[in-house]
């Protein structure tokens, strides 16, 4: 069964594109957290604040990584607001998502500002991430995955909340308004997806969704402080 964990980089320094001091702390605990569980390969963002996250990971288990360019992190601007400050798809409110009614996978595109602007982004991130996929046997058919070569690695990719967003509803057929609005990618969690397999195809499902057990205040993370 193949595993993918994605992990979004700890508490970002932005400006300098790196991480904080409380991020390091995050990213130390995560490292120690992992040391005993499986990891086969490491795919990082070439983003400095990716970058120092996976260090202590790939330290911590004496691995290696391989940077992708399409790991990092996606344009999700799609406009500014009154004090010239850019809106962020994937932070607009449930509210204002849901307020021209019930959103499904056909009509979501119509009913939020980013509709256009992230189905263009979007697509060309699913494509990277199904070729990925496909040179390793596994080849998108529809809504499925026909798999060619049985693959039960683990597989860890260090990148951003964003990315890891908007990547879920490929994965997991939600619509991308709902997993905006209604899911938490917190600084240094894991998400971990398994591929479950019958009769040569596989869809994947969710094992963990912003799991961030390992840093000792992760319960404040949850709560967005």
Not at 28 to 36: N, R, V, Y
Not at 54 to 79: F, H, I, P, Q
Not at 178 to 200: A, C, H, M, W
Request: hydrophobic share 35%; proline share 3%; glycine share 8%.
């Amino acid at each position: 069964m193949l595993t993918l964990v994605f992990i979004r980089h700890a508490d970002p320094d932005y400006k300098n594109d790196t991480i904080t001091e409380r991020g390091h702390a995050q990213a130390k605990e995560l490292g120690d957290a992992l040391t005993d569980t499986r990891i086969d390969s490491i795919y990082c963002s070439p983003l400095g604040r990716a970058q120092a996250t996976m260090r202590y990971v790939a330290e911590r288990k004496g691995m290696t990584s391989t940077t992708l360019e399409w790991l990092r992190e996606l344009d999700g601007c799609y406009g500014k607001n009154e004090a010239g400050e850019g809106l962020w798809a994937w932070n607009q409110h449930g509210v204002d998502a849901f307020a021209k009614g019930a959103i499904t996978m056909e009509n979501w595109k119509g009913l939020v500002p980013y509709g256009e602007k992230m189905t263009d982004v979007s697509a060309k991130q699913y494509s990277a991430f199904d070729d990925f996929l496909a040179s390793r046997g596994m080849h998108r058919d529809g809504v499925r995955y026909r798999i060619d070569t049985h693959n039960d690695e683990v597989i860890s990719f260090f990148c951003h909340e964003g990315f890891i967003k908007t990547l879920l509803p490929h994965l997991l057929q939600i619509p991308l308004p709902i997993v905006y609005s209604q899911f938490t990618i917190n600084p240094s969690s894991r998400t971990t997806i398994v591929l479950d397999e019958k009769n040569g195809y596989g869809v994947f499902h969710a094992k963990t969704i912003n799991d961030c057990s390992h840093y000792y205040d992760c319960e404040q993370l949850t709560r967005g402080k």
